[in-house]
């Protein structure tokens, strides 16, 4: 379903000299603020394939309606998203749930929409109906040199279909670890791991990357091979430079401090992608910006500090996705609230004055440091975000044309009511 450009455009005619007043408001207050626009306008973030369906719990699930029934659909809806916000400009397949049946024809369809495609995800952590050997206790770790192969041969086959997809990356996310004590030898666990992944790492192309994700626990709930940023780290630097930590947000241990693991891998070059959501407990999934948006803010702030002193380029020197996925929201209002709340963040953490914070911290003025991040994350970047979407031709409120033009509605109308999308 296609959204049509006179319908945005004018809907944007109608808010648009109240927005003006909030921009130029804005503006007056802000340095260089040309420069910050075209920062924004350049950030992109890649939609992950599985967040386009309503998302359950293992108690239930409530599926919406309009789900997408194909990859081809998925595409489609992610091109919706993108239309309205100009900022969703890439897609993160998750294989066996989305294969490519014809690459050259997913190609087309996603350059017709602007999509990239972003880094490629395997699965080890399910049986798949036709599989031989089973996961139950683990893949890249089990004791079994056979269950070992099929993993390694599951990942290389995904970085093929990347390769088809003009995909530069492959995330691996292990479940891998042990429910009880004395169930796992947890050396040999990661040595067997560390050796899977070396022949996983052997058959990447020279301009790929392999992201390596943590994760501290679930679904198992006593060890984890993968379990914190220091053995995703310890893997990364085995295999290679072409290997680096994938941070999810929703995988760390209750009140870990994230942007200090974030200040870290960068300053060891070896931080590479980033998976966004919100959390209250563990892994929860929730909508980006949600429950906790200043400790998201402190970890942009370090996303930005730490890649400026590496002169990285924010826009493409990480891999930014978002990894979410609930139940009782539309999925894609969901995702334009998640993308909403990056691209707010992104700017506020640009606005943090970095010459200031330096100076008062080599002064031990703790207040003023204080004062300094909080003056960034309370400025209200909404008309900024606004007017970057505007000027990139998308709609100055996303949500508001979503359901102004009863865009599920329609969906509904396409592909039913009950279908549920495939994947998780
Ligand atoms: C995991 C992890 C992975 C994601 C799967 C679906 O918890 O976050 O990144 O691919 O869920
Ligand atoms: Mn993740
Ligand atoms: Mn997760």
């Known amino acids: 379903m296609k959204l049509e450009k006179h319908k945005l455009e004018k809907l944007n005619q109608s808010i648009l000299k109240e927005h003006q007043r909030k921009f130029d408001f804005l503006a007056t207050d802000i340095k260089d603020v040309e420069s910050v626009i075209k920062k924004l306008i350049d950030f992109q973030i890649a939609i992950p394939s599985w967040a386009l369906g309503t998302g359950g719990t293992r108690f239930g699930r409530f599926a919406g309606g309009g789900e997408p029934r194909s990859l081809e659909e998925k595409i489609e809806d992610i091109g919706l998203l993108h239309a309205l916000n100009k900022s969703s400009g890439a897609i993160s397949l998750h294989i066996p749930w989305d294969i490519p049946e014809n690459t050259s024809s997913i190609k087309t369809l996603a350059a017709k929409h602007d999509l990239k495609f972003d880094a490629m995800?395997?699965?080890?952590?399910?049986?798949?109906?036709?599989?031989?050997?089973?996961?139950?206790?683990?893949?890249?770790?089990?004791?079994?040199?056979d269950v070992r192969k099929q993993a390694i041969k599951h990942n290389i086959e995904v970085i093929k279909y990347g390769i088809e997809l003009g995909s530069k990356a492959l995330t691996v996310w292990l479940s891998d670890g042990s429910c009880f004590p004395g169930q796992l030898n947890f050396r040999r666990a990661f040595q067997n791991t560390l050796e899977s992944l070396q022949e996983v790492y052997a058959a990447l192309p020279d301009d790929w990357?392999?992201?390596?994700?943590?994760?501290?626990?679930?679904?198992?709930?006593?060890?984890?091979?993968?379990?914190?940023?220091?053995?995703?780290?310890?893997?990364?630097?085995?295999?290679?430079a072409k290997a680096y930590t994938l941070v999810d947000l929703g995988h760390h241990l209750p009140n870990a401090n994230i942007e200090q693991i974030v200040s870290l891998l960068l300053m060891e070059g070896k931080l590479g992608g980033f998976h966004f959501n919100d959390s209250k407990y563990g892994d929860d999934d929730l909508t980006v910006g949600s429950i906790k948006p200043y400790q998201l803010f402190l970890i942009f702030n370090e996303l930005i500090e730490g890649m400026d002193a590496k002169g990285m380029n924010h826009a493409n020197d990480l891999a930014w996705m978002i990894d979410a996925s609930h139940n009782v929201k539309d999925p894609l209002e969901d995702l334009l609230q998640s993308v909403e709340a990056i691209m707010i963040t992104y700017v506020q953490a640009l606005l943090v004055d970095r010459k200031k914070l330096t100076d008062v911290q080599n002064n031990n003025d703790v207040v003023t440091a204080q004062e300094i991040l909080q003056h960034a994350f309370r400025t209200d970047v909404r008309a900024l975000v606004a007017e970057s979407r505007l000027r990139s031709g998308g709609a100055l409120n996303p949500l508001s044309v979503y359901r102004t033009e009863k865009l599920r509605e329609n969906l509904i109308k396409q592909r039913g009511s009950k279908n549920i999308a495939i994947g998780l």
């Open 121 to 145: 995800n395997s699965n080890t952590f399910q049986d798949q109906p036709d599989q031989k050997l089973s996961y139950k206790f683990g893949s890249m770790q089990h004791v079994s040199k």
């Open 209 to 240: 990357k392999m992201f390596v994700e943590y994760k501290a626990y679930e679904p198992n709930f006593y060890s984890t091979t993968v379990g914190d940023w220091g053995q995703s780290l310890l893997y990364a630097s085995k295999l290679g």
